[in-house]
């Protein structure tokens, strides 16, 4: 079993960084062939982790002014990528994986609500409560997996 | 000096009866999380972030500052002590303003280390974002009081190893603020010998040498142990 | 006139957008097009009071793109505040790393982001102009792209750790050297990276012909171009000083000081803005219009000061006359710069100067220490996109009271708006905005590879949103895009 965990955002732009709290936390669970990547955003060169695991589970905050504190959603792969932007989203960095490596694992997005991305600020007390909830699912995917893991044994 | 013997989460132990509850566990191998303790200085008793269980006593008990008595038994970790800890800590998060992503002493704090230890990855209360300076008017030190978290070494080694007194505590509750000398600012403080020793005593970022930059801040205790051993015991272990 | 209000809305990385609006006269013809950045980010209001020993920590966090040339531009700042010359090993050291930032930024621009366009040709349908169908089409091509990258990011790493290259330069200095096995790794992949860049050279040189009528079209106006030249007048990224061309080639001002950029560049307003929009100021606003990045560094430079690089550049020229002074070329001047950072990386590790600390080697001296000697500090490097202005006002003890950053997106604002608006005059044939018009008018745009995400929160992520408007401010047609 090998899951890949990436929790991105900025880190001094409060809960724009939850995904990278969310990271670490589950880094510290110190579950064996669990990977946690924390990143200030999603890279092209990620694609060889990406198409080495078995399940990708990204992390990201959700700016909105309303609905559920934790989304989770299958990504499906893009049909088109944004035009100008020098990062990537879940969906068109999954899409890119297929394209060079010929496979891409499936992959879920967990979005938390996010409520205030101020200069320097800690992770609101919204969304802190919310992170606790992700984790809880995050915890629940990889625990499906494994037993998926071990009965395809 | 009359030994005593206590129980400590179950596992007997032997102290000297002039020992903390703090010493006694620590020489026994058993760990208590401190912020405001330091080897080598006075107890003050201020974080309690060592409070333990004793049995037939009412209420916690900082092991800091609680003498070991014969057939005490101590418990230093049960879900209520974990919890008081992780509010504490949460507590100092949210009283001031830490943004450790950029702090000089990242990766080698002491707050930091406590929260990590207690599994804290957020905070359950309101942020105050007070309004806090940074005193860099010193000309090898600054101090930056959005990260102090009011444990009073500074205070302690300047007065008690030092022997200046340079540093103190103003003001009471939210507004308690460390200060040199008469409040003024740390580069005009005449007490001050520029030795460094709140520099290396300091658990956060908030007392750096001048220029550190983020993370760059790490400290070196046993300096200051060395010198209260060689004054103390007249022993100069390196 | 009517009071509009303006809504700012929490714009974010998940919702940036590049809003643009065309404007037509009472003929339907196009006067106008405007490139809106309609959210203020505050970061300088951020950094006031803090130590300015902090600033380059700080200040690499503004973006998550090209955080090496905040950090870049910041430690200088703070050299400057500081009054010392840093040692030689330290500066070697910083311009290695901006090559690397360089090379890995060019690199996605090209390979990822222009090259479906260049080389799957733009009448194709979108859906099938972009990265996927170029790595169905030319898989190896993008593999190498990608490779090309990571050989920058790598470098990068090497230098500053994973984990503290945010602060790796500080005012004085940088923090480490370069490991010898850092810079073994490093030297076994410049004969690959090399190669990839001349074949990525190649083909495009080898599109060049069919694309002479989307270069006539994109963004092709004289203008001045500003940026950073060598004490020879050679390509220039990180020292140096500033130097102005015109549109035809000639060098209205040269040995222009950095620090006193004030003196030559304005900065005026616009309420539909919240970006500045820098001029040079003896010409005025709006005529002082000029454009930094690539192409404004291929044409102010004397010589590129590379062997591989300063060919190209001399086959470069013969695309204008004196200057090139069409957008398009900014992704030709991209690879000749990937090109020449290659050139640049291979000489510097072989620089005495850089000697990599061994187990038995002593480290070189990498930082200067000083206290505040002045109570102003202007840094500028050359970051991918252009000049790259940070300036820091401190008190007497360090504290930070001001500070002031110019971008390069910033700088290129006014010829991105005349560049939407030389292809929307080409394309816009009816009150509509046609698939073919967007198609142009992104890849325009994508031209000067913009990045706002140190101005807004847009981390860089951004969708078009187009908008055409009749001479009375109505809106005729509206569309979005990714």
Known sequence: MNVLVIGYGNELRGDDAVGRHIADAVSEWGLPGVRCLSARQLLPEFTGIIASAELVIFVDARFSPDGEPVLLEPVELATSVHALGHTGDPASLLSLTQAIHGHHPPAWLISVRAHDAGMGNPLSPKTSMAAEEALARIAGLIGMTRKAGVSGL | MAAKTLTIDGRLVSAQSEQTVLDAAREAGISI??????????????????????????????????????????????????????????????????????????????????????????????????????????????????????????????????????????????????????????????????????VQACPTGAIFRQGSTVGEMER??????????????????? | MMTQTIVIDPVTRVEGHAKITIHLDDSGQVKDARFHVTEFRGFERFCEGRPLWEMPGLTSRICGICPVSHLLASAKAGDAILAVGIPPAAEKLRRLMNLAQMLQSHALSFFHLSAPDLLLGMESDPAKRNIFALIAAEPELVRSGIRLRQFGQEIIEQLGGKKIHPSWAVPGGVRSALSG?????????????????????????????????????????????????????????????????????????????????????????????????????????????????????????????????????????????????????????????????????????????????????????????????????????????????????????????SVNLIIATGQNNLAMNRTIAQIARHYVRSPRITEGMLNRVEAGIRAFDPCLSCSTHAGGMMSLHVILLDSAGRVLDERRRG
């Open chain 2, 220 to 238: 070196d205790r046993s300096q200051l142990e060395f010198i209260v051993t060689a004054r103390k015991k007249k022993q100069w272990i390196v």
């Open chain 3, 181 to 401: 096995a850092g810079r073994d790794s490093i030297l076994a992949r410049i004969p690959e990276a090399q190669a990839t860049v001349l074949h990525a050279l190649d083909r495009f040189k080898r599109l060049l012909s069919h694309v002479k009528g989307e270069a006539q079209v994109f963004g092709n106006f004289t203008s001045l171009f500003l940026g950073l030249v060598g004490a020879n007048g050679n390509w220039e990224h990180y020292g140096g000083h500033i130097r102005i061309a015109d549109g035809a080639g000639n060098i209205i001002a040269d040995h222009l000081d950095p620090s006193q950029y004030r003196e030559f560049i304005g900065e005026a307003v616009e309420p539909w803005s919240y970006l500045k929009f820098p001029y040079y100021r003896p010409l005025g606003y709006p005529d002082g219009m000029y454009r930094v990045g690539p192409l404004a560094r291929l044409n102010i430079c004397t010589r590129m000061g590379t062997p591989l690089a300063g060919s190209e550049l001399r086959e470069f020229r013969e695309q204008g006359n004196g200057a090139v002074n069409s957008s398009f070329y900014y992704h030709y001047a991209r690879l000749i710069e990937m090109l020449a950072s290659v050139e640049g990386i291979e000489r510097l590790l072989d620089d005495p100067d850089l000697r990599s600390r061994s187990e038995s080697e002593e480290e070189p001296l990498l930082r200067a220490h000083a206290g505040i000697n002045q109570l102003s500090g202007v840094g500028v490097s050359e970051a991918p996109r252009g000049t790259l202005f940070h300036e820091y006002h401190v008190d007497e003890n360090g504290l930070v009271k």
């Open chain 2, 33 to 198: 999380p401190t912020l405001c303790h330091l080897e080598g200085v006075s107890e003050v008793g201020a974080c309690r972030m060592c409070l333990v269980e004793i049995t037939g006593c009412p209420k916690l008990e900082p092991a800091c500052v609680t003498r070991v008595v014969e057939g005490m038994d101590v418990r230093t970790g049960s879900d209520r002590l974990h919890e008081y800890r992780r509010m504490i800590v949460e507590l100092l998060f949210a009283e001031r303003n830490h943004v450790c992503a950029v702090c000089v002493a990242n990766n080698h704090c002491e707050l930091q280390d406590l929260a990590a230890d207690l599994g804290i990855d957020h905070v359950r209360y309101d942020y105050l974002f007070p309004l806090l300076p940074v005193d860099i008017s010193h000309e090898r030190f600054g101090i930056d009081h959005n990260r102090c978290v009011l444990c009073t070494r500074c205070v302690r080694v300047c007065d008690e190893i030092e022997g200046a007194h340079t540093w103190d505590v103003a003001g009471r509750g939210g507004n308690a603020r460390v200060i040199t000398d008469l409040n003024q600012p740390w580069g005009t403080a005449q007490s001050c010998t520029s030795c460094g020793k709140c």
